[in-house]
Every structure is written in structure tokens, then in C-alpha cells.
């Protein structure tokens, strides 16, 4: 028995080491990637234009214009950042931005997962008619205190996200487990946008919740869809959220190619 626990224990150091050494190697891919674009490099700057022709393909194919969608985005980013969008940012927010120069025009949208609130602070922008609701945990909760580097600076990160939410009318935020959605009211939102915690158990909760909130023809758009992991964990990354699609699917819920 002493004998398994004490290989329980080594393994787990080792998928700590595995863990660590994957995000240095992240983080120094990410560097390199930096100082290639910066000196111009013919193979990475050739590479970068094969994502980004592929991201506006991916967008055509939704009807939606992406290139056309950075100049309003650099707009809003300029009030709220004081700078342009640059190929490092979040892609979600060229979709949010394209969405907006599209035909749809949601009055109600729910974010999941606030953060730092320059998502719902940009979603404000681009859609001013739009009433946005956005939720994260409770700041007394253990999980919101410890994820997200948030512990070392946690009231000034909370005042801040606190002072930005409240300069926009049509912006609400709602201290609350996303667990809770089960009890508010169906066919509620017309955007819905999927990105609290990442992994098991919560995200196929969001997942079904977003189903039965969502209006007919409404949107559900959800963050980091990986198809395969070498490890999941509960807040960050996981194939939750392929899985419940796949479920979905198989039970009716939804109808899209996976
Ligand atoms: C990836 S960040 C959100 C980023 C933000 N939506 C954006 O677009 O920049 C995830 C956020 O979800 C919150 N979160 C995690 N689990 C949650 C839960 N069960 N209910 C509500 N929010 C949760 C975290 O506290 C964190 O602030």
C-alpha cells in the first residue's frame, strides 16, 4: 500500500515538472515568435499570413467580414487600451467585432466569466442598444482568489475590473457560481458568451444552461475548443467542452458538423 502511494506521489511530481516545463516552452515559443515578427522573418511572417488567411476564410463561411472588422475593433481598443489591436490579441474580440457590423443586432447578451472586464467593456462598445450581463465568481470564493495569478494584487485586480464595469450604463455584473444559471430564466439572451472555467465540472453546466438560455437564432460562442490534451484540468484547458458537444449532438441538442 506504502509502495503505491509513494509512486502516486512521484507521478504527480512529475506531471507537475511536465506541466511547468509545457508552459516555459510556451512561453519561449512565444518569444521567439515576437522577436522573428519583429525582425521581419520572411518564413514566420509567410506563416502568420497562412493563419490569418485562414481566419478570414473561417470568418467568410459565417458571413462575417474580418479584415473590415479591425478598424472599428482598433477604435474601441484605442478608448479602452490606448492601442491598436495587434495579431497577440484575442481573436473572440475581431468576432465580437464582426458580429457587430453584421445584421445581427442582440439586445441581450450574457458573458461568462468577466475577469478583468475588458471583454464586456468592448461588447459595450460594439453594442451600445445591447443590455450585457456578465458573471464571475464571487470575489470570496477560493477558486476566483487563486486562479488566474489574481492572489498577489487581489483587491486593486478587483477594484479595477469593479471601476471599469461600472462607467458603462449597459453593462451589469452579476457576482455569481455559473452553476447558478440553472435557475434563471429560458430563451434569455440573444449572444451568449462561453468563458468561465475551462474544464470538467463546470463547463458542460455552461454549455447546457447557454442551450436553454439562448433565444431561437440566437449565438452561443465558446472560448478554446481543444479536440485533444495531454492533460485537462478544471479551470484553464480541457476537452470538456468537445465532449459536450459530442453528447449534445448525439442526444439532439445541437445539429453542427464536429
Ligand atoms: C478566461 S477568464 C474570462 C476572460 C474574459 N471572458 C475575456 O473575454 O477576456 C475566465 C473567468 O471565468 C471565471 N470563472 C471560473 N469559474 C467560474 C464559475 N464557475 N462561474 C463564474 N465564473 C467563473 C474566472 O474567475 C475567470 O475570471
Not at 205 to 212: A, E, I, T, W
Request: aromatic share 8%.
Amino acid at each position: 500500500m506504502n509502495k503505491i502511494f509513494e509512486l502516486v506521489k512521484r507521478i504527480e511530481k512529475l506531471e507537475s515538472e511536465i506541466s511547468t516545463e509545457e508552459k516555459n516552452i510556451l512561453k519561449s515559443a512565444n518569444l521567439e515568435l515576437q522577436s522573428k515578427l519583429a525582425e521581419n522573418n520572411a518564413e514566420t511572417l509567410a506563416l502568420q499570413k497562412n493563419i490569418i488567411e485562414k481566419q478570414e476564410t473561417d470568418f467568410q463561411s459565417l458571413d462575417l467580414a474580418r479584415r473590415v472588422s479591425i478598424k472599428k475593433l482598433d477604435t474601441v481598443l484605442e478608448k479602452l487600451i490606448g492601442r491598436n489591436f495587434t495579431i497577440s490579441d484575442s481573436e473572440h474580440w475581431l468576432l465580437f467585432s464582426s458580429l457587430s457590423n453584421s445584421q445581427i443586432v442582440p439586445s441581450k447578451i450574457l458573458e461568462i466569466g468577466t475577469f478583468d472586464g475588458i471583454t464586456a467593456a468592448i461588447l459595450a462598445y460594439l453594442f451600445p442598444q445591447s443590455e450585457i450581463v456578465t458573471i464571475d465568481l464571487p470575489h470570496d470564493n477560493e477558486k476566483f482568489r487563486l486562479s488566474y495569478n489574481r492572489a498577489s494584487s487581489f483587491n486593486q485586480y478587483v477594484d479595477r475590473r469593479n471601476t471599469l464595469i461600472d462607467k458603462f450604463d449597459n453593462i451589469s455584473f452579476v457576482a455569481t457560481n455559473s452553476a447558478n444559471l440553472i435557475n434563471w430564466p429560458e430563451k434569455s439572451f440573444d449572444l451568449i458568451w462561453v468563458d468561465g472555467a475551462h474544464g470538467y465540472p463546470v463547463l458542460p453546466l455552461d454549455l447546457y444552461n447557454s442551450c436553454r438560455l439562448i433565444k431561437k437564432n440566437g449565438l452561443v460562442v465558446v472560448d478554446d475548443v481543444f479536440t485533444n490534451l495531454r492533460k485537462s484540468d478544471e479551470m484553464y484547458r480541457s476537452t470538456a467542452a468537445i465532449q459536450t458537444f459530442k453528447l449534445f449532438k448525439d442526444i439532439g441538442i445541437i445539429s453542427t458538423k464536429l
